[in-house]
């Protein structure tokens, strides 16, 4: 998985409550994507981040915020979890242009 | 606005069977095309990825064709098996700087035995 590692893997929160998902990739990407997945939506991107303090939004940005203060870590934050924002959160880098894009294991979020 | 479509939704087949899965584009002006494998409760595992200047890649019993004019991907799996059972993804990246993906929301493919 080209050295991708999302934490936690399981969480379960509170409404209302902030929650920080972290992904970590140990081999300097530039480009790096937070999408979430739902059945019937299928993968939706949140925030991507294109270097260090670089992030701009994506189609389903409302109720997150980013930071990148590190190469190796993206970091997503709900800073008021709702029902809504449960989800399946994927963490992606683009590897290069010939091998594109590559994935973590994901960080199943439950909203209660 | 990329949007991108797969059909069927879902596909059964017995073993053996080779099969075709579609995927379709509306904006042709893409940089290139991934196929993605979806085992439940994973994440994603890249299968092949196709250049826009590219009509097709092969690995293994796995070709995927590309027609950017027509906005159309297709993979094709050859002598299928109950492990090639799994939602298989598309995903375009655009020419803009950002270079991100658009996915479709999947084939979910089941091999019977």
């Known amino acids: 998985d080209a050295g991708i590692t999302q934490s936690p893997r399981h969480k379960v929160t509170e409404t209302g409550t902030p929650v920080t998902l972290r992904c970590h990739q140990t081999?300097?990407?530039?480009?790096m994507y937070w999408y979430r997945q739902d059945p019937g939506h299928g993968l939706r991107l949140i925030h991507y981040?294109?270097?260090?303090?670089?992030?701009d939004k994506g189609e389903v940005s409302d109720g997150y915020s980013v930071s990148r203060s590190k190469t190796e870590d993206f970091l997503l934050t709900l800073e008021s979890a709702t029902s809504s924002q449960t989800s399946v959160y994927f963490c992606?880098?683009?590897?290069?242009?010939?091998?594109?894009?590559?994935f973590g294991s994901g960080t199943r979020l439950t909203v209660v | 606005k990329q949007e991108v479509t797969q059909i069927p939704a879902a596909l059964s087949v017995p073993e053996g069977e080779n099969l075709v899965l579609n995927c379709s584009f509306t904006?042709?002006?893409?940089?290139?095309l991934q196929w993605f494998r979806q085992d439940p409760g994973k994440g994603l595992t890249s299968l092949l990825l196709?250049?826009?200047?590219?009509r097709e890649q092969t690995s293994g019993r796995l070709n995927a064709s590309l027609d950017k004019s027509s906005g159309r991907s297709t993979l094709y799996i050859a002598a299928s098996q109950p492990g090639d059972s799994a939602t298989y993804l598309c995903?375009?990246?655009?020419?803009?700087?950002?270079?991100?993906?658009?996915f479709g929301k999947g084939t979910k493919l089941t091999v019977n035995p």
């Open positions: 081999e300097n990407h530039r480009y």
């Open positions: 981040s294109y270097g260090v303090k670089d992030t």
């Open positions: 196709i250049q826009s200047s590219q």
């Open positions: 995903a375009v990246r655009g020419l803009g700087g950002s270079e991100k993906l658009v």
């Open positions: 904006d042709s002006a893409i940089y290139n």
């Open positions: 992606a880098v683009q590897v290069n242009v010939f091998y594109g894009y590559t």
